[in-house]
């Protein structure tokens, strides 16, 4: 016989709750209630899932399975503490990367964390089966539960304590966030020059490449690492008129000198 599906609250109605509620959907997990404070948002999320909704946290279901609070970071507690008088015996886990799983240990008995690691918006269909889901509980069987999930919805399946994560949202930090904001200032400069963006395209898929494919600290190159200070330094000139750009393009190539052996590339 088939285990009975688990009865499943979204707390939150943002971009996580709206992919996660869907793909729970789609892999035959329906979502059976939304809460947010926001009437709106839960609504419109509710409608798109088929399930019901409140703006009310204590009416939240209290016969729930699994409780998944897909709000901003520094909002966790305070929906955990609100939500846990009407659902005391649920599953409560939380969806970041940056805060630890023991902030909901206050408010319930089970908790943990299922931590899609990707960057999500609301314009783009997420690749799941590349996504890798970090899952984690105090009870050993609730872990196992998480995973069984993770792995239904997804393919990529860590159990990943606290620090790990942590770590790993720092890790994630620069690779994702920091490098998009040095795309940004790289198609800025080029805008303001005349020069369209897409020159950069076929560079930048084979940066990704390289690193993917190899230790990205193998595959750098450049005038930092070649010790060009020449280059270097007409690069700056160039950015005589951003200061602050001229300053991170400074700090970065001491940090590439400082942390990459020389050996690692000679070419541009």
């Not at 009310?56 to 970071?73: F, G, S």
């Not at 999500?120 to 609730?142: H, L, N, Y």
């Not at 930092?224 to 602050?244: E, I, K, Y």
Request: with cysteine.
């Amino acid at each position: 016989m088939h285990s009975p599906l688990p009865k499943i609250v979204i707390a939150g109605a943002g971009r996580i709750a709206w992919h996660l509620g869907r793909r729970l959907k789609g892999k035959g997990m329906p979502v059976a209630h939304v809460v947010s404070r926001t009437a709106a948002h839960a609504r419109e999320l509710a409608q798109t899932l088929g399930s019901d909704w409140s703006d009310d946290w204590a009416e939240a279901p209290a016969d729930a399975d699994w409780l998944l609070i897909a709000v901003r970071d520094d909002a966790i507690a305070a929906v955990g503490e609100a939500l846990s008088a009407a659902m005391p015996g649920v599953l409560a886990t939380h969806t970041s990367g940056a805060t630890p799983g023991t902030v909901l240990a206050p408010f319930f008995k089970r908790y943990g964390v299922f931590y899609p690691l990707q960057s999500f918006s609301k314009e783009r269909m997420p690749v799941w089966s590349k996504i890798p889901f970090c899952v984690d509980a105090a009870d050993p069987s609730d872990i196992l539960f998480l995973k069984k999930t993770a792995k239904v919805i997804g393919n990529l399946v860590y159990q990943v304590n606290d620090s790990q994560r942590a770590m790993l949202h720092v890790a994630a930090v620069f690779a994702n966030n920091f490098t998009n904001h040095c795309f940004a200032i790289a198609e800025k400069l080029l805008d303001e020059h005349d020069l369209p963006f897409e020159m950069l395209h076929p560079l930048m898929e084979e940066t990704l490449q390289k690193a993917i494919a190899d230790s990205p600290a193998r595959m750098q190159t450049g005038p930092a690492l070649r010790g060009d200070t020449d280059t270097m330094q007409r690069h700056l000139s160039l950015l005589a008129g951003h200061l602050h750009w001229q300053t991170l393009y400074r700090n970065l190539s001491d940090d590439i000198r400082q942390e990459i052996e020389p050996s690692a590339g000679t070419d541009e």
